[in-house]
């Protein structure tokens, strides 16, 4: 067997909250809770379970960033969403660029902030472009 990544913990305030915002952006629909979690399967079957912080947490959680290999149709849907909710996006992670989209490697990207403040990046082509 190949290592492959499965899924990790997204903490959140409110794991609800989190969880359908990046449903609705992503075009996806959340799971059905399990024990604290609520899980949004992306398309190589990679888990996010967004997990409520615990009562008495001190704190916002720590950012975290999470890139998203998407389509052109799933950019232009997400893009969409984006404009929609009024958030500010950026052209590049240092957050330059703001409301500017980015051309890297032939592809369109961007890069902006879910509810916690988790840093989110849609890209359309990977890093480095496709193999040849």
Known sequence: MTIQFNHTIVA????RVSAEFWADILG????TPYGPFLPLVVGNGVT?????LPPGFEG????????FLVSEDEFDA???KIKRYGLTYWADPRQQG????????G????YFLDPVGHYLELITVPYGGWPA
Request: glycine share 8%; proline share 6%; hydrophobic share 30%.
């Open 12 to 15: 959140c305030r409110d794991n």
């Open 28 to 31: 996806l629909a959340v799971g």
């Open 48 to 52: 996010f379970d967004f997990a409520t």
């Open 60 to 67: 916002e959680p720590q950012p975290q960033h999470y890139a």
């Open 78 to 80: 997400a893009y969409d």
């Open 98 to 105: 703001v409301n500017q989209v980015n051309h890297n490697d």
């Open 107 to 110: 592809g369109r990207g961007i």
